[in-house]
């Protein structure tokens, strides 16, 4: 359990409203992030989502996490939404028509992209709560699946062998309208949208989107960002999601620095998940998982780690919370760390209540607004778990009680706070702060 200072009866009512969040998001053997604005099943929620319901329900926890396999696809990619409930989300199905494309999945409708591959760290932390014959048993059932898409991430998204997945989309990312991208991502909007946000700005736009319907237009990316995410999907689905197809279009391509570190230290996880239940990674597989760690100092300049951008092979130098992902991946070399934790540290990244997504003095920063400067707490988690292993569990044990003392002040269980005065903002009944609050107050 992290230090905090807080009393125990808000500890125990904390715990009580995170376990009350996660059994009304729950589908059946899903849980949705949000009951309004996000009612199907995404790939990195129910990951996080597992970590947290290990300590209230290990077997439901497996079933989060096993039911990502049913909507895999034929060629192994795990899609980042499964359209598994009943509600409508503004970028539904049809938007992506899984069901026109030869070698999409099967029984169920999916987007047609993936998400930060957090699944074996899901297993792992699963499987810590399992007794060995029981967690053996689900990491059989678990790793066919996962080893697939772990293969598809390579054969699909690398194929050049550099080591690097390419992402093809924000939303791939997990970080929508962080900066980073969305800088590559304003430049390939088409004309009428690039004119509408010269003339008009928003206004326009807004009354036509359905996604502030819950959480109002400025806590959300700005209609144009969001129209121009939407055509890009177009151009995906015209390319019938085929990395070789969408490689000779105009969406752009990126070299994720988060997604990366994540896959790195999954990776690892999928090695010790094969060797516990007798089986070998493919040498393939070993040797990519090799170049992945190689590569990501690539991505180093400057005192920051960031993401690259596909097609010119330029560093994306817009500091964004996914640069301190590579101590969650483990990369930084023990000379390093202090270093860049001091950059994390630094007032303008942890104001008051752990990392901001995109730094203060930012241009793009709003201390309100989605991926443009609020805290997340998936964030927080993964880089107190990076600052442990980086031998700064002092600074992790910092950001844990700082974050428990955010969710604590806000009064809900919100998307994301903001860094200067913790309020909660986005969506509220969020599955993924319970569940890693629950992980966190254990
Ligand atoms: C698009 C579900 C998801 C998270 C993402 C977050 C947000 C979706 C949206 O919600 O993205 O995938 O519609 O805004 O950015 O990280 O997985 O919680």
Redesign the pocket.
């Known amino acids: 359990m992290s230090s905090s200072a807080l009393p125990s009866e808000v500890l125990t009512e904390l715990r009580t409203s995170a376990i009350e969040v996660l059994r009304d998001n729950d589908l059946g053997g899903a849980t949705r992030?949000?009951p309004t604005?996000?009612p199907h099943q995404?790939?990195?929620?129910s990951c996080f989502i597992a970590i947290g319901l290990r300590h209230i329900d290990p077997e439901r926890a497996s079933r989060e996490i096993l039911s990502l396999l049913h909507g895999q696809w034929p060629n192994g990619m795990i899609p980042?939404?499964i359209f598994s409930g009943s509600g409508s989300?503004?970028?539904g199905p049809d938007r992506w028509r899984s069901d026109l494309v030869d070698g999409g999945p099967e029984h169920v409708q999916t987007t047609g992209v993936t998400?930060p591959p957090m699944i074996a760290e899901a297993v792992v932390r699963v499987g810590e709560v399992f007794d060995p014959a029981r967690r053996r048993e689900f990491y059989r059932a678990i790793y066919p699946g996962l080893l697939r898409y772990h293969c598809w991430l390579y054969r699909e998204r690398d194929p050049d062998d550099t080591g690097l997945v390419t992402l093809v989309h924000s939303?791939e990312s997990?970080?929508?309208n962080t900066p980073a991208w969305m800088e590559l991502t304003r430049r390939a909007a088409p004309i009428p949208l690039k004119l509408i946000r010269r003339l008009n700005g928003d206004g326009a736009l807004d009354a036509l989107r359905r996604?502030n319907k819950e959480v109002p237009s400025d806590q959300?990316?700005s209609a144009t960002d969001l129209f121009t995410l939407y055509h890009l999907v177009g151009e995906l689905r015209d390319a019938r999601y085929d990395f070789s197809r969408i490689r000779a279009s105009r969406v752009p391509l990126v070299q994720d620095v988060a997604f990366n570190a994540i896959l790195a230290r999954a990776n690892d996880h999928l090695r010790d998940i094969a060797a516990d239940i007798g089986e070998q990674l493919p040498n393939q597989l070993l040797r990519s998982a090799r170049r992945t760690r190689a590569a990501l100092p690539t991505l180093f300049a400057d005192g920051m780690y960031w993401s690259r951008d596909a097609r010119s092979g330029r560093l994306i130098s817009r500091p964004t919370v996914a640069g301190f992902l590579a101590l969650y991946a483990g990369v930084v070399p023990p000379d390093s760390v202090e270093d860049l934790v001091s950059r994390m540290t630094a007032r303008r990244f942890w104001p008051a209540h752990g990392i901001a997504s995109t730094p203060t003095d930012d241009p793009d920063f709003q201390p309100r607004c989605?991926?443009q400067g609020p805290v997340w707490v998936n964030m927080n988690w993964l880089l107190a778990d990076g600052l442990d292993r980086a031998g700064r569990g002092d600074l992790a044990e910092r950001l844990r009680a700082g974050t428990i003392s955010m969710i604590a002040g806000s009064e809900g269980l919100y998307?994301y706070y903001s860094p200067f005065d913790g309020t909660g903002v986005g969506s509220n009944h969020?599955s993924?702060t319970a569940a890693l609050l629950l992980d966190l107050l254990d």
């Open positions: 992030p949000s604005l996000y995404w790939l990195w929620d980042h939404v989300y503004h970028a998400q939303w997990g970080m929508d996604d959300r990316l989605y991926w998307e969020f993924w």
